[in-house]
């Protein structure tokens, strides 16, 4: 039988922590470790560690803030898996995770997979609204979890993958600490032609951030490391139109109260087409939850994860134009 090395950094979330652990006892396919590693917390995971010690098979590291990627990197250098498995601290497994994965790499290996994400019922109406925002066609939550993302192949997401053993010795894991870090191992795993695939049934219940200015920091991030990561890889064109979506969605908002001084018929037919699009996720959410609070809630949802990425990808944007006529007013001189 395969055996698994889950991998979990966790930084100041022992509450969350137990949740994902009290899953993970559950699990039906039972041949795999739990490898924590608590990354310069303060307040740190041990109680919550020594709980589940006599249930499941752990190893509890604590080191120097060294950030999530390195930290999971850590994680594989002391796993004794055939495989490792990724998680943030903030998943609930169901109790078919790890059967429907070794499943699916018994009948057709992937060298690296990916699986999606969904709100628990058990969830907050804000965790469900914020859930919806981050895989609503409506938003670009959108393209995670599909088979093929923007740039025409999937890429996993460190919330919820997996990778083999051969990959990790073969690429050296995440080059970066944060902040698309697990995009940035996609990339080279695609270009050492590995086999990368998604597994729909091996889903994950994902909490996210529990309230709404955390959020628009977190997708404030993801904005912003499209362009760090067109910078690692500046002969890919990692930057496709779909990422422009959102700041374009941003200036498109910005714009209404000026055309109300500027000309009337555009101000109309933007309060129009603004109100059709709110008035559609309103529905959608509606249809999907089936609940009125939640809808409401995931309008909100939307426009902060619209926002958030939006103004990021314009910050970098603003901040590459600068560079670059830094660069071309010395080079003339």
């Known amino acids: 039988m395969r055996f698994y090395s889950i991998i979990i950094p966790v930084y100041n ?59 999971r990197n850590l994680g594989f250098s002391k796993a004794r898996g055939d495989y490792f498995i ?22 057709g290996f992937l060298d690296a997979y990916g699986g999606p994400d969904r709100a628990d019922e058990q969830f907050s109406s804000l965790q469900k609204a914020i859930s919806y925002a981050m895989t609503s066609f409506f938003t670009t939550g959108g393209i995670r979890g599909k088979t093929k993302n923007a740039g025409g192949t999937f890429q996993p997401r460190s919330f919820n993958m997996g990778i083999s053993r051969r990959v990790f010795l073969e690429t ?10 697990d995009i940035e191992l996609g990339i ?12 729909p049934e091996a889903y994950v219940y994902h909490k996210r951030r529990g309230n709404f200015l955390d959020f628009w920091k977190q997708v404030h991030s993801f904005g912003r490391t499209r362009f760090f990561l067109d910078d690692m890889h500046p002969r890919l064109g990692l930057i496709k139109p779909v990422h422009a979506f959102p700041a374009l969605f941003v200036l498109f908002c910005v714009l209404i109260p000026v055309w109300y001084y500027l000309f009337m018929p555009f101000f109309w037919l933007s309060v129009a087409l603004l109100a059709i699009f709110t008035g559609t996720i309103l529905v959608d959410s509606l249809v999907k939850n089936k609940s009125l609070l939640i809808a409401l809630l995931s309008v909100g949802a939307s426009f902060v994860q619209l926002f958030g990425y939006g103004t990021g990808f314009l910050r970098e944007a603003v901040a590459r134009i600068k560079r670059f006529k830094a660069f071309t007013s010395g080079s003339s001189k």
């Open 13 to 71: 979330r022992p509450d969350e922590l137990a949740e994902l652990l009290d899953s993970l006892t559950k699990q039906h396919y039972r041949q795999f470790e739990v490898i924590i590693i608590e990354d310069g917390s303060v307040n740190t995971s041990a109680e919550v560690v020594q709980r589940y010690e006599s249930l499941l098979d752990i190893h509890y590291l604590v080191v120097e803030n060294m950030g999530q990627g390195f930290a």
């Open 188 to 199: 080279r795993m695609q270009q050492y032609n590995y086999r990368i695939g998604l597994i």
């Open 172 to 181: 050296g894991g995440f080059a970066k600490r944060d902040m698309g870090e």
């Open 86 to 107: 990724v998680f943030d601290s903030d998943t609930i497994l169901p109790t078919h995770y790890l059967e429907s994965v070794d499943k699916r790499l018994g009948y």
